[in-house]
Nanobody, 127 residues
Framework: DMQLVESGGGLVQAGGSLRLSCVTSGFTIGSGCMSWYRQAPGKEHEHELVASIRGDGSTYYAASVRGRFTISLDNAKNTLYLEISTLKPEDTAVFYC???????????????????WGQGTQVTVSS
C-alpha cells in the first residue's frame, strides 16, 4: 500500500521559512506525479494545488506561490519536499502531499485527483 507522511509544519512569523517533508513508501517516488495541496481555514471543501513535480523533473507552481515555494524530490530518501519562504499570513493552511505513480494526464499534473494523500501538516503564519 502507498503511504505518505507529512511533517515540518509549525507556527512561523510572516517572512519566515519552513521545509515540509513527505516521506513515502509502497511505490517508486518520482514516477507519475507528486503534488502539494493546501486547505485554508474556512475552506474545508477546497484543496488548492500549490505545486507539482513529474518524474522527468518538470514542475508547476500556483501563481500565488511562484518564486517563494520550491518542490523537490530525494529519490534516495523516498521523500518529497516543499521549501516555503517569505511566508505570508494568507499561507496559513493544512498542507497535504499526494502521489499518483500512474498519472498520465496533462499539465499541470494533479496527483490528488486519483492518487493517494497524506494526513496533512499545519502551517500557521502570524503577522
Amino acid at each position: 500500500d502507498m503511504q505518505l507522511v507529512e511533517s515540518g509544519g509549525g507556527l512561523v512569523q510572516a517572512g519566515g521559512s519552513l521545509r515540509l517533508s513527505c516521506v513515502t513508501s509502497g511505490f517508486t517516488i518520482g514516477s507519475g506525479c507528486m503534488s502539494w495541496y493546501r486547505q485554508a481555514p474556512g475552506k474545508e471543501h477546497e484543496h488548492e494545488l500549490v505545486a507539482s513535480i513529474r518524474g522527468d523533473g518538470s514542475t508547476y507552481y500556483a501563481a500565488s506561490v511562484r518564486g517563494r515555494f520550491t518542490i523537490s524530490l530525494d529519490n534516495a530518501k523516498n521523500t518529497l519536499y516543499l521549501e516555503i519562504s517569505t511566508l505570508k499570513p494568507e499561507d496559513t493552511a493544512v498542507f497535504y502531499c499526494a502521489a499518483d505513480p500512474y498519472y498520465s494526464g496533462g499539465y499541470p499534473c494533479r496527483a490528488g485527483a486519483q492518487g493517494s494523500w497524506g494526513q496533512g501538516t499545519q502551517v500557521t503564519v502570524s503577522s
